[in-house]
């Protein structure tokens, strides 16, 4: 009898557990359906609504921007301002880097050197990523505010980069999705767009070839300030706590211009960098290890 | 803040605008030229390819007695039309010399640097 009921409970225990087990994956999808479910105007939390629509009155760093004529390369900086060594050539290696992340970019520099380099993905057309769009190409850079976001749209670069400046925060854990872009946050500090970026794929690179490396902690700081009516001072911090010993700061500035527009511009349309490419310039990809895959896990 | 004031700002632009000069690409390594060497290829306009990511100029020239192709990579549309060049800048026939950094590997291809056309008209990038 004991022994039957003592069975009873054990079943009722675990049914129990079952039940509230499924109650929380029951809430955790109804909160994440209700997160995907449009706006309803008798539910709406106005004070999210206000917050979405709070910064039409930001200061305006909209415009068609170009990189100021004679900026050729960056100068980077550690934050107390001390210029990063240039320890060769092309000034790349002398960023903190630990010691695996410096033999991975030193491959890649070695690869590239012997004229075959490893696959950097904008080679087969892969967008650059949010740090690379910017230097790349001193491609324009076109910027525009709706409520709630600022937009970047760099000239070769894609998709078009979502600041969200309406509150909302970083995605945490498993939610946090790694894009090329990554997640993007702002906020006004005075005239100065404060944008805060974490959730950055890997495969992307830090400065154009042989490509400094980065890892999937990187986290950039932006500070936007239009700081006359022409120009745009854009600084920026590279913090990859996991690849190298400390942040590296560099400075980025942009100057209006008013009868430019953007171009179309489509890089599979005749791109001769892909394997099996039969014409003059070599194949980069496929025969040696895709960027991203060649670094320290 | 010190960025805000315009002598930082001037300061930065001089900073910035001294330093030397990459040859920046957004797509692919340029380790595939030679970039110590410049080479001038003097030939015939076969075809203009005004595409991206990067256009091409196929010339016909004579080697040892033979007709070859030699192509050129240059730089993509949306930067090249920002300074004077259009889908018609090279045109099926005409005589052209190309300043290039020939393949590394040997082959019949180099990177663009600059051309001269027979009238005098020249072409950077």
Not at chain 1, 73 to 95: A, C, E, I, M, S
Not at chain 1, 148 to 168: C, K, L, Y
Not at chain 2, 69 to 86: C, H, K, M, T, V
């Amino acid at each position: 009898m004991r022994r039957r009921s003592e069975v009873a409970w054990s079943l009722a225990a675990v049914g129990a557990a079952c039940a509230a087990l499924l109650a929380m994956a029951g809430a955790a999808w109804a909160a994440q359906k209700d997160a995907a479910r449009p706006a309803d105007a008798a539910s709406v939390d106005l004070k999210r609504l206000d917050a979405f629509y709070a910064d039409a009155s930001a200061p305006n760093i909209a415009g068609f921007w170009r990189p100021a004529p004679g900026v050729a390369r960056q100068v980077y900086t550690f934050l107390d301002g001390t210029p990063l060594p240039l320890r060769d050539d092309t000034g790349q290696d002398g960023w903190p880097y630990r010691p695996e992340w410096r033999a991975a970019y030193e491959a890649r520099r070695a690869a590239d050197r012997a004229g075959a380099p490893f696959g950097d993905p904008t080679a087969s057309c892969w967008p650059p990523g949010l740090y690379k769009a910017y230097i790349a190409a001193l491609t324009p850079l076109e910027i525009t505010q709706t409520p709630g976001r600022v937009q970047m749209n760099h000239e070769r670069a894609f998709p078009v980069r979502r600041i969200f400046t309406d509150g909302t925060s970083h995605p945490e854990g498993e939610a946090l999705e790694y894009t090329l872009n990554g997640h993007s946050v702002g906020h006004w500090d005075g005239d100065t767009l404060v944008v805060d970026s974490v959730g950055l794929r890997r495969e992307t690179t830090l400065s154009t070839a042989p490509g400094l490396p980065h890892s999937e902690k990187l986290h950039v700081v932006e500070r936007l300030t239009r700081v006359d009516p022409v120009t745009l001072l854009i600084e920026v911090i590279l913090d990859d706590p996991k690849a190298m010993t400390q942040p590296v700061r560099t400075t980025l500035l942009y100057k209006l211009w008013l009868d430019d527009r953007m171009s179309e511009e489509i890089c599979e349309e005749n791109n001769r960098n892909q394997p099996n490419a039969d014409l003059v310039v070599e194949t980069q990809i496929g025969t040696h290890k895709r960027y991203g895959y060649d670094l320290p896990q | 803040m010190i960025l805000n004031s315009k002598a930082a700002v001037f300061g930065l632009v001089l900073a910035l605008g001294l330093a030397a000069a990459p040859f920046a690409s957004a797509h692919h390594s340029f380790a595939m030229f030679d970039r110590t060497k410049d080479s001038v290829i003097e030939g015939t306009v076969r075809e203009f390819e005004w595409t991206s990511p990067h256009t091409w100029i196929h010339l016909d020239v004579i080697e040892g007695g033979k007709t070859v192709e030699f192509s050129i990579e240059g730089g993509s549309p949306s930067a090249l039309e920002r300074q004077g060049w259009d889908r018609n800048s090279f045109k099926a026939g005409e005589r052209v010399k190309v300043t290039v950094n020939r393949l590394r590997d040997g082959r019949r291809g180099g990177a663009f640097k600059r051309a001269v056309f027979a009238d005098g008209r020249t072409l950077g990038q």
